[in-house]
C-alpha cells in the first residue's frame, strides 16, 4: 500500500454557503464545484488548496452522519482522505495489520472517488479515509 498525499480534509459545517464565504472571501480561494452524496446524506463542496483540497460537508439530512457530528462535536474537522493508488489492497493491508475498518469493500466517495474509512478506534481518534481517484 502507498500513501500518496493528504487528498482532501473534511470539515462539517452547518451552511454550506455561509461557511464557503471564509475560505473565498478572506482566504481568497475558489470553490470549484458542489455535489450531494445521497448516500452518505451530504453535500459537498470542494476547495482546492495546493495540491489538496478542502471539503466542506452540509447534512441533506438530520440523520445523517455530518448531522450527528455536528450534534456531538460541533462544527469542526470531520476526517483527513489519505490518497492510495489500489483502494482494494490498501483495504486488506490495513485489515492485515490489525486495522478495524469501518468500510470493508469500497464505497462511492464525492468526486467520483473509491473511498473506505478506517474506525478512529484503530487511528487514535481520527477518522481516517482512504481515497482512490
Ligand atoms: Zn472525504
Known amino acids: ?38 448516500e452518505q446524506k451530504v453535500k459537498v463542496a ?17 440523520a445523517g452522519p455530518i ?18 493508488d489500489n483502494i482494494e489492497e490498501a483495504i486488506e493491508t490495513m485489515k492485515a495489520k490489525g486495522v478495524r475498518m469501518i468500510d470493508e469493500t469500497p464505497r462511492y466517495g464525492a468526486g467520483g472517488a473509491r473511498i473506505a474509512f478506517c474506525h478512529p478506534k484503530s487511528t487514535n481518534g481520527v477518522l481516517i479515509e482512504l481515497s482512490e481517484r
Request: hydrophobic residues 45%; negative net charge.
Open 67 to 84: 448531522a450527528k457530528f455536528i450534534e456531538k462535536k460541533g462544527e469542526g474537522i470531520q476526517h483527513i482522505a489519505f490518497k492510495v
Open 1 to 38: 500500500m502507498k500513501v500518496g498525499k493528504v487528498d482532501h480534509i473534511g470539515i462539517a459545517v452547518k451552511d454550506l454557503e455561509a461557511s464557503l464565504k471564509f475560505y473565498e472571501d478572506i482566504l481568497g480561494l475558489e470553490c470549484i464545484a458542489t455535489e450531494v452524496v445521497e
Open 46 to 62: 470542494f476547495i482546492p488548496v495546493g495540491d489538496t483540497e478542502v471539503e466542506l460537508l452540509e447534512s441533506t439530512d438530520e
